[in-house]
């Protein structure tokens, strides 16, 4: 039997992201209304076995613009975990299995760090509490809290302070990936930049959500940060364009792109548009809303 623990976590969509003016301190604050989708990523954690000055003896992506070394948010999340704890923990190795797209605006990154968070917390003698986890996950970055817990929720301040939102139904999306990531920072110094009204109210995708209404959710839709993202990669225009065309309800740039999220009233309607666009793009379809950072079953662990 394998001696590894395994974690999953979700990519998110922001079903509404406001983007208040930049603060003093060099961040926004944020209103968004995350969505957990059934795309994910898993985490695999495996005794090292050998010795290293390091917690983390080594790290390995399967896909390319991973970093491999401290910069990793998986690696810092397993650093900072180990501190809080007070253990000493043996040296790791980490494996990223990456089902959400690099620089894609669906928080990769984040979720990498939440898995590692649930995975290695699964290893300690005496595990944090979920609360402990959060505290963590808000140092690691304003994503990671979202990915820990999953589902729908209100996001403040970075994004990092989360109430859940009252959420029925099923969505069902389309993604187009592009080839290239676009940087977050880049995305918003573009937005200060452009002289614009920020829109913070999520109302609407509060009614919509409430009444499982997925036309209702597709006009409310927002995302502040779109017109940035528009204008650093003006050919994210004709993918959305595109993807109503082949008959999603709704198409909008997810979080800081180049991802282009696309709802669609029916499973069949996102392979629809899924399939059209995939002549062009690399896409998938998935679910919303999905599970927190977990476990999975049949890990095992001895050192
Ligand atoms: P968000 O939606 O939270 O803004 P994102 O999904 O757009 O994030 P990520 O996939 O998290 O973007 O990657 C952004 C950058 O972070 C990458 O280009 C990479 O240099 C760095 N990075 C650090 N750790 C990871 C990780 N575990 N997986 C992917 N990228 C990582």
């Known amino acids: 039997m394998s001696n590894s623990i395994r974690a999953r976590a979700h990519a998110k969509v922001n079903l509404h992201l406001g983007v208040g003016p930049l603060r003093n301190d060099g961040y926004h604050d944020l209103v968004s209304v995350f969505q957990s989708l059934s795309l994910s990523s898993i ?3 495996t005794p090292a076995g050998t010795p290293s000055a390091s917690l983390v003896a080594g ?3 399967d896909a390319p613009g991973v970093p491999e070394d401290a910069s990793n948010l998986a690696w810092k999340a397993a650093e900072a975990l180990a501190q809080r704890s007070g253990e000493t923990l043996e040296p790791i190795t980490i494996a990223l299995h990456k089902g959400i797209p690099v620089a894609g605006g669906m928080a990769g990154g ?14 300690l003698q005496r595990p944090l509490s979920q609360n402990v986890l959060l505290d963590i996950a808000a140092e690691l970055g304003s994503d990671v809290p979202f990915t820990l817990l999953g589902e729908t929720r209100v996001g403040t301040g970075r994004g990092e302070a989360l109430a859940p939102l009252l959420s029925r139904g099923e969505y069902h999306w389309a993604l187009a990936f592009a080839k290239q990531g676009l940087s977050t920072p880049e995305v918003f110094a573009k937005l200060d930049t452009m002289d614009r009204e920020p829109h913070l109210s999520y109302e609407a995708v509060a009614q919509a959500l409430l009444k499982a209404d997925a036309n209702a959710l597709a006009a409310a839709l927002h995302n502040d940060l779109q017109a940035a993202a528009l204008s650093l990669r003006p050919e994210l225009r004709k993918v959305i364009a595109m993807g109503e065309r082949a008959g999603a309800l709704r198409g909008i740039v997810s979080g800081s792109g180049p991802t282009c999220a696309f709802l ?20 998938a ?12 079953e049949g890990s095992t662990w001895s050192i």
């Open 43 to 45: 985490v695999e954690i």
């Open 285 to 296: 379809t998935a679910t919303g809303p999905a599970p927190g950072a977990t476990v999975l």
């Open 59 to 61: 790290l390995r992506a």
């Open 110 to 123: 984040s979720a990498d760090a939440a898995a590692t968070l649930k995975a290695l917390n699964a290893t």
């Open 264 to 283: 669609c009233a029916d499973a069949d309607a996102a392979q629809e548009v899924a399939a059209e666009l995939g002549v062009y793009y690399r896409t």
